[in-house]
């Protein structure tokens, strides 16, 4: 039950043998020795997942960080992902496997390579999904997934993949933007369900719902958000460069919303309007 969720909790994907962290830790427009600070914070907290991507320009950092940790690589996840195609499915897997030197050098691999958006067209995702196929063959990424995918992006696979379904669909999730139809797909299929956004980037930190949540458990705003996202399934990436809030982002685990404080939640839902970066389109 939720009140047992600790910070080591791990999620079978599907189709698998490996598990994945249910706490992430996000790093987008975290750059240079900030990344790797962060993510050092993030690791010496307990955090064991960390999502980055071609796009944000920090995959060696991520690296560099994991190997200062003095942790066993092999008790890190590590999310990368591929923005743009690169024309047809030799150089798209090169590209992945640039991104996975970059993180773990020459014979390293990561544990998850999500294509970041679906707007690229059929025959691209096409591409992209069949380099990441192969890059799962050849054991240089454990799984492989998709991020802003609906579910007709999804159900395109069925024509052509061998790996079906993808492991994981990482989305913008939180009360404001619960997507539940694609959710519930996912869920459904036992795609694994990623949270991004999780704290809506702190523009809801005056909210009166969230405010009286947290005030009734002497949390904080963020502490509830990411609680919400555990309870719901959801894999939370919480992102913060300040060393406190990387600390206050994990210290959800010693409270439980309740079932009318899940609803009261869920009723902030305002469908696609409520999404800051993006909804998919089912
Ligand atoms: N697949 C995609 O298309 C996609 C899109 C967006 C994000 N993502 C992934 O999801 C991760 C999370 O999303 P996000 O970074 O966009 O947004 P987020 O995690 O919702 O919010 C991050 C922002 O909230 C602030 N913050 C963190 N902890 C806080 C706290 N306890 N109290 C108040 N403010 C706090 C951070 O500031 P400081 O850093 O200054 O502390 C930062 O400005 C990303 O880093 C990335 O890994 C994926």
């Given amino acids: 039950m939720a009140s047992k969720l600790a910070i080591t909790d791990l ?16 790093v987008y427009q975290a750059h240079g020795p900030q990344c790797v600070s962060s993510t050092l914070a993030a690791l010496k907290v307990g955090y064991r997942h960390i999502d980055s991507a071609q796009y944000y320009a920090n995959e060696k950092e991520v690296g560099e960080a994991v190997r200062q940790s003095g942790l ?42 999500l294509i970041h958006t679906a707007s690229m067209g059929a025959e691209s995702r096409k591409e992209v999904y069949l380099a990441l196929e192969k890059l799962l063959a050849d054991g240089r990424t454990k799984s492989i997934g998709v991020s802003n995918w609906g579910i ?9 993949a ?19 139809e ?9 795609i694994i369900v990623e949270a991004y956004c999780p704290l809506v980037r ?16 002497g949390k904080t705003v963020a502490q509830v958000l990411i609680r919400y996202c555990l309870q719901k399934d959801w894999i ?29 939640l869920d009723g902030l839902n305002q469908g696609a309007r409520g999404a800051i970066v993006q909804a998919v389109t089912n």
């Fill in 202 to 217: 702190n523009q809801k930190a005056s909210d009166p719902t969230l405010n009286s949540v947290a005030k009734a458990h």
């Fill in 236 to 264: 939370p990436l919480p992102k913060s460069s300040t060393p406190s809030r990387i600390i206050e982002n994990a210290d959800v685990y010693d409270f439980e919303l309740t079932k009318d404080e899940m609803g009261t």
């Fill in 182 to 190: 694609v959710v519930e797909f996912c869920h459904k299929n036992g």
């Fill in 72 to 113: 066993k690589r092999s008790d890190i996840f590590i999310t990368t992902k591929i923005l743009t195609p690169a024309g047809s499915i030799d150089k798209s897997y090169q590209k992945m496997l640039d991104s996975v030197q970059k993180i773990d050098g020459p014979d390293g691999y990561v544990d998850l390579f």
């Fill in 152 to 160: 007709g992006h999804i159900e395109e696979l069925k024509g052509f």
């Fill in 11 to 26: 999620l079978a994907l599907p189709n698998s043998a490996v598990k994945i962290p249910r706490l992430g830790f996000g």
């Fill in 162 to 180: 061998k790996v079906y379904p993808p492991h994981v669909n990482q989305i913008e999730l939180h009360p404001f933007s619960q997507q539940r």
